[in-house]
């Protein structure tokens, strides 16, 4: 089992930076695959980007490509999620979820962490 907690999330400009951080708990931290998503006021959450458990490979859906980097430091019980070039509808609560079966868009994410808001304005 592995408990998650997001942090790093606030104001920022359009053309801005924000880095998203993900701390795990447990000892198993290094089986699972990990992912962000996101969900907006009056939307359906959606996925943004995944990454391996060893963090060999990683997947972003179209909109973030480019912009955002996944990434993960087993040792640290860390998950990242750096946002650059930031646009007023990546605005939403991000959230890390853990995988113990799958990793990517598709996976069936069993962990959830409580959320961070990321707020750009124009």
């Known amino acids: 089992q592995v408990q998650l907690v997001e942090s790093g999330g606030g104001l920022v400009q359009a053309g801005g930076s924000l880095r998203l951080s993900c701390a795990a708990s447990?000892?198993?931290?290094?089986?699972?695959?990990m992912g962000w998503f996101r969900q907006a006021p009056g939307k359906e959450r959606e996925f943004v980007a995944a990454?391996?458990?060893?963090?060999?490979?990683?997947y972003y859906e179209d909109f973030v490509k480019g912009r955002f980097t996944i990434s993960r430091d087993n040792a640290k019980k860390m998950v990242y999620l750096q946002m650059n070039t930031l646009k007023p509808e990546d605005t939403a609560v991000y959230y890390c979820?853990?995988?113990?079966?799958?990793w990517g868009k598709g996976a069936r994410y069993d962990y959830w962490g409580q959320g961070t808001q990321v707020t750009v304005s124009s």
């Open positions: 979820a853990a995988s113990g079966t799958d």
């Open positions: 990454i391996t458990r060893s963090g060999g490979m990683t």
């Open positions: 447990g000892r198993t931290f290094s089986r699972y695959g």
